[in-house]
């Protein structure tokens, strides 16, 4: 079993800047993608971006230039560095990761509102 564990959101001003991390604990499960993505309220939830084993990265076309996603494979952590937030970026953002296995597992989400 995956557990994941995420950062707080917040609130935070449009313009400004905001960090998730999301650490999985796996002590036999091998990782093969970790992600984030995200759900406004009365939407689907959607892919925000995207980052494979050895580095590979997608991004929502809605937040190219403004997100970045790394990840620290010696932690089992990703990162979403999201910069020039919008109002529009509000949503509950969730953690996920993919293993080798094809198996998936999700974080609890965290609350991220964006807000002047």
């Known amino acids: 079993q995956v557990q994941l564990v995420e950062s707080e959101g917040g609130v935070v001003q449009p313009g400004g800047s905001l960090r998730l991390s999301c650490a999985a604990s796996?002590?036999?499960?091998?990782?093969?993608?970790m992600g984030w993505y995200r759900q406004a309220a009365g939407k689907q939830r959607e892919s925000v971006a995207g980052?494979?084993?050895?580095?590979?990265?997608n991004y929502a076309d809605s937040v190219k230039g403004r997100f970045t996603i790394s990840r620290d494979n010696a932690k089992n952590t990703v990162y979403l560095q999201m910069n020039s937030l919008k109002p529009e970026d509000t949503a509950v953002y969730y953690c996920?990761?993919?293993?080798?296995?094809?198996?998936?597992?999700w974080g609890q989400g965290t609350q991220v509102t964006v807000s002047s």
């Open positions: 980052i494979t084993s050895g580095g590979s990265t």
């Open positions: 796996a002590s036999s499960f091998s990782i093969r993608a």
């Open positions: 996920n990761v993919v293993g080798f296995d094809s198996s998936r597992y």
